[in-house]
């Protein structure tokens, strides 16, 4: 049973079971009131309203589950055209379950049911890009793939109304609001696809070394493409095991030419590794100038990272540990000569790192959290951590790749409203950077 089709449903189970007043004057059934809370939490998905979904539970305000689901539908980070997609796709959400699917047990009952919606991966993949917002909207509107989700809701009866107590699979539900936030974009009415397309083949007529710019651009291009090659099958275990591309090109230290970034996976096949590299004139051939361990790794609290510009620093954020100690690290490598403070380019110039530490008393049965918060390996308070932290994220010019579901609490929130740099695959970043030679 699908929910857009619920009011007709409703009204005929209304009139079997004599809710609508009819001769018996009968009580509504628990099957049917629960019906109408799963009526209207299927209308608060398809409208993306948090508000109205939390409404229907029972979850108090300052619990996990609570803030967990506020977060989860906060897309006020996002620019506006994004907000359209995210509720485009939003509408197309439908809840397929029958009614002899509740199952009542006293005060509490449950659900199994299937989400449906728009295929919106599939949408965003799009292999010829879009010009602009517009024609996403209506690929999504025009597709007819569709996507199946299992989840369960259960329900507590509470001062004699159903409430929702829990509810599985949602973030799934919702993935397009955090999971994948990049469309690709090409056309001439857009930028560079990757953003360093170089502005003036001849800036100058000829560069410092003595050579023609195109010729420097041409020449950095064949050499990231050998790199790829010489890299693809550790590149691609990544992708295949976290589903996500993971090679892309970005001017990061803006001097015209752009540099290579990729993540491929480590010796030990446990974690992955961010490799940056710049193309030196002087030299002919290519260098890795940044390298990240452990930007992704396979654990518990793992496989979550952030990487992105300001106007002179790289900063790369991954996250280890498990429930009882959480690590976000953060390295900051400078882009640019600092001589006055004795930093040269592509320097680690600092490490930020919050710590969450959780405590479970079984004899009390609470839970206590603390935080912590380091610059350089050393203890400083937490407006200093934040201040930081939201600086780099205010000066962003840019995101270069992004697996992690950020909440207005983080101090990198400001990221979801920046521009984001396309990347692909490695078998399309090699088919791409090929044709631009």
């Excluded at 420097?216 to 050998?226: F, G, Q, R």
Aim: with cysteine.
């Amino acid at each position: 049973m699908k929910t857009k089709k619920i009011v007709s449903v409703v009204l005929c189970a209304a009139f079997i079971s004599g809710i609508a007043g009819c001769t018996e004057n009968k009580k509504p059934t628990n099957e049917s009131r629960i019906y109408s809370v799963v009526n209207e939490y299927g209308e608060a998905l398809t409208d993306l309203d948090g508000d109205a979904v939390l409404g229907l539970t029972d979850w108090k305000k300052d619990s996990t589950y609570y803030m967990a689901a506020k977060d989860l539908f906060d897309i006020t980070g996002y620019d506006i055209e994004m907000q359209r997609c995210y509720r485009e796709i939003a509408s197309t959400i439908e809840l397929d379950y029958e009614l002899t699917d509740i199952e009542v047990k006293d005060n509490k009952a449950s659900l199994e049911l299937s989400y449906e919606l728009v295929d919106w991966e599939s949408v965003f993949d799009g292999p010829n890009g879009y010009s602009d917002y517009d024609e996403v909207i209506t690929a999504l509107k025009n597709t007819s793939g569709s996507v199946s989700i299992k989840g369960k809701i259960s329900f507590v009866l509470e001062d004699g109304e159903w409430k929702i107590s829990r509810i599985t699979s949602l973030a799934d539900v919702l993935g397009f609001l955090f999971d994948y936030p990049y469309i690709t974009f090409v056309g001439p009415a857009e930028p560079d696809p990757t953003g360093t397309g170089p502005s003036d083949t001849t800036p100058t007529g000829i560069d410092p070394t003595g050579t023609v710019f195109a010729d420097s651009y041409d020449k950095a291009i064949i050499a990231y493409v050998d790199i790829l090659k010489e890299n693809t099958d550790d590149i691609r275990a990544v992708e295949e095991l976290y589903d996500i591309d993971t090679v892309g090109l970005y001017d990061i230290d803006r001097n015209g030419i752009p540099e290579l970034f990729f993540i491929s996976v480590s010796s030990d096949n446990y974690s992955s590794v961010l490799h940056v590299y710049e193309y030196r004139e002087y030299k002919g051939e290519a260098d890795e100038v940044i390298t990240v361990p452990n930007i992704l790794a396979r654990g518990q609290a793992s496989g979550n990272f952030m990487i992105y510009v300001t106007d002179k620093e790289l900063i790369a954020t991954h996250t280890y540990g498990d429930e009882s100690t959480y690590h976000i690290e953060s390295e900051i490598f400078t882009t640019a000569v600092n001589s006055d403070e004795g930093n040269y380019k592509w320097d680690l110039v600092a490490k930020y790192e919050r710590v969450t530490s959780t405590d479970y008393d079984p004899f009390s049965n609470t839970e206590t959290t603390e935080c912590r918060y380091t610059l350089h390996g050393y203890t400083i308070e937490e407006i200093q951590y934040m201040e930081g932290m939201k600086d780099l994220t205010g000066r962003t010019v840019m995101v270069l790749g992004r697996k992690f579901n950020l909440t207005s609490q983080d101090p990198e929130f400001g990221l979801l409203s920046k521009p984001v740099c396309s990347i692909f695959n490695c078998g399309k970043a090699i088919e791409y950077l090929s044709s631009l030679v």
